[in-house]
């Protein structure tokens, strides 16, 4: 007989924000210049995985949407800053051209 259990315990679920975490990421959305895109985005998302979750009876698919447009936000001032810093890309090779070669 072993100790093993004779099933694979379920993968962790993601840290669960707080209850009013959906209403406020969309609150400091719609406060960022980016609101004409990332509100009709996230409002998309948020949907879909609430649909996902009423069929799946799983919380999981909600946190991962909260915890990505929570990222979002938080790199944004980072990705902002890089932008505006002007570093000039054009000397970097485009990846589908380097997979291309690859394949050749």
């Given at each position: ?74 790199s944004a ?28």
């Open positions: 007989m072993s100790a093993q259990p004779d099933h694979t315990p379920a993968a962790p679920a993601p840290y669960a924000p707080a209850p009013g975490a959906p209403a406020e990421l969309l609150a400091r959305l719609r406060a960022d210049r980016r609101a004409a895109w990332w509100v009709p985005a996230f409002e998309a998302e948020w949907a879909a995985a609430l649909e996902e979750s009423r069929r799946t009876f799983s919380l999981t698919t909600l946190y991962e949407v909260v915890h990505a447009w929570q990222a979002r936000l938080a001032p980072s990705v902002d800053a890089f932008v505006a810093s002007g570093r000039d890309e054009a000397g970097f090779m485009d990846m589908a051209e380097l997979r291309g070669r690859r394949r050749r």
